[in-house]
């Protein structure tokens, strides 16, 4: 499903139901208008996220390289 705000789209949320669990979705993902992969929630229920690998540099120039980061990781 497209996320759009103010006429712009944003990226994307994809969610999916395992039909072999009880929980109404099993996933959840959000993607930036490239396509990369920027947040999700995993199996566990857990939030991950990602965010590009010049910010965690310093740099002021995107890269397009998602880093994971981790709860307590400082940037």
Sequence with gaps: MPLVIAGKTLGKVVSYDAPTTDTP??????????GGLVGWFDRFGIRRVTVDHALIEGGD??????????EGDAI
């Design 25 to 34: 979705a099993d996933g959840f993902e959000l993607y930036d208008s490239t």
């Design 61 to 70: 120039e995107l890269e397009g390289i998602f880093v994971s980061v981790l």
